[in-house]
């Protein structure tokens, strides 16, 4: 039996969604491509192919084009899970507002 979810702002699927993730600055030329797991009022957890080279002091941008509108959109976020198999990381967002 599954675990009812109790969070206040429930986790959004976004089936097929890209992120790109750029680690540290400059970060036009550090960045990895991943696929969106689930997104939530606090985080997001994205999955990758491969490992990616991520500390836990590391800074991390998350951009990835909104559904539908294809509107750009931006996070910056930091590491709060690393999972290798498969390669998911779990990022908490900077600056997430409080409601």
């Known amino acids: 039996m599954t ?3 109790r969070r206040r ?3 959004l699927y976004p089936h097929g969604l890209k992120a790109n993730i750029f680690l ?3 970060f036009a030329q ?3 491509v991943g696929e969106v797991v689930d997104l939530s009022h606090t985080g997001v957890r994205i999955m990758f192919k ?4 991520v ?3 590391c800074k991390i941008r998350i951009e990835f084009l909104l ?3 294809e509107i750009p959109f931006s996070i910056d976020a930091i590491l709060k899970h ?3 198999d498969p390669v998911e990381l779990g990022l908490h967002y900077l600056d997430s507002p409080t409601i």
């Open 50 to 53: 491969q490992d990616v080279p």
């Open 30 to 32: 550090n960045f990895h």
């Open 82 to 84: 690393h999972q290798l």
């Open 24 to 26: 540290e600055p400059p």
């Open 9 to 11: 702002h429930p986790r």
């Open 3 to 5: 675990e009812a979810e």
């Open 67 to 69: 559904p539908e509108s």
């Open 55 to 57: 500390g836990i002091d």
